[in-house]
């Protein structure tokens, strides 16, 4: 089995088996990266051009990680010190790295539907990174990954998901995933965070945080996300913390042997905090581990699939 497009632009996009059949093949590549030598020829002779017009420190690490281990040549392009600062168009700008030769784009932008748009408009594999508030696809899957791997099965899980989600591409992805595979997904927050369109795709809100945590399997909080914040959402970071901050007494509520994760970048003392962030449940920095061979197995995937 392959993937039907050239392209990974959004969760919703994809089929279950397709899903699957990432993360199947992300399983075997986690198996390389524990060899000594961590490293396969599968992609010998392509080029990945990472394009980051937004702030990131995981997802584009873990995209040059993962096409090195492929063995592609990697391009990191970082748009406040590229010619995009003298006016240059994304689509200018994509048509420039075509013609250097780049076979897979991974692309990050602060708008929403940058990549679809893209995907459109070049011959070359792309893969989204994060757009605008829509979706982070490959973060989700790193997600289903990470849970799979810790708690044996994602069907049936109880897994909630607290904080800003109206801001959130990392929810809206992993609503999309968990559902499809089966998970309870419960949304919680304020309600100015949670909007109630979100109950459609299947999840229950909650506007009281130990409620919502109750026998939960997975507790995935979310980043405070103030650069998207035009306006006040709560009374002040203080108070956010002391109803919707993440302390060892509210996962107590959750089930005794649930996980903790969180796609980073954290807010200690804001979202999450430290004593929850740095403890056994916390498998916050697995989630950056399993990242590359999710990652690897996206440009893989994508690479298999012709124009
Ligand atoms: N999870 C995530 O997207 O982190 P970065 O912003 O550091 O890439």
């Known amino acids: 089995m392959s993937l039907r497009s050239k392209d990974l632009i959004s969760i ?20 390389v990266l524990g060899r000594d030598i961590k490293k396969v020829p599968a992609l010998r002779g392509k080029t990945t051009v990472n394009l ?4 990131s420190t995981r997802t584009r690490t873990s995209f040059e990680v993962a096409a090195k281990r492929l ?15 003298k006016g240059e168009t994304l ?8 013609a250097l030769g780049a076979d897979i784009v991974v692309i990050r932008h602060s ?15 792309v893969v989204n990174a994060g757009d605008g508030t ?19 099965r994602i069907r049936d899980l109880e897994v909630a998901i607290v904080g800003d989600i109206l801001h959130s591409r990392v929810a809206k992805s992993d609503i999309y995933a968990l559902t ?13 965070l949670v909007p109630d369109y979100l109950k459609d795709l299947g999840a229950k809100v909650y506007f009281d945080m130990n409620a919502g945590l109750e026998g939960a399997d997975v507790i995935m909080m979310l980043r405070i996300q103030l650069e998207r914040q035009g ?11 002391r109803n919707w901050g993440l302390t060892a007494a509210r996962v107590s509520r959750a089930k005794d042997d649930a996980i903790i994760m969180h796609p980073g970048p954290m807010n200690r003392g804001i979202e999450i905090a430290s004593e929850v962030a740095d403890s056994s449940r916390s498998v916050i920095l697995d989630q950056v581990t399993n990242g590359i061979a999710v990652r690897m197995a996206v440009l893989y995937l994508v690479s298999g699939v012709k124009a």
């Open 111 to 125: 708008c929403s539907g940058t990549s679809h748009f893209l995907a459109k408009n070049i011959e070359a594999s």
């Open 12 to 31: 919703k996009d994809i089929s279950t088996e397709e899903i699957e059949l990432i993360l199947e093949t992300a399983a075997g590549f986690k198996d």
């Open 180 to 192: 499809r595979l089966g998970a309870n997904v419960r949304l919680i927050g304020p309600p100015t």
């Open 134 to 152: 829509n979706e982070h696809p490959t973060q989700a899957l790193l997600d289903l990954f990470t849970i799979q791997e810790k708690k044996g």
């Open 52 to 55: 980051f017009y937004e702030p």
């Open 231 to 241: 306006k006040g959402f709560f009374p002040s970071t203080h108070e956010y913390f």
């Open 71 to 85: 063995s592609t040549d990697v391009i990191n392009i970082t748009t406040s010190t590229s010619s995009v600062v």
């Open 91 to 98: 689509l200018d700008t994509a048509r420039t790295v075509l």
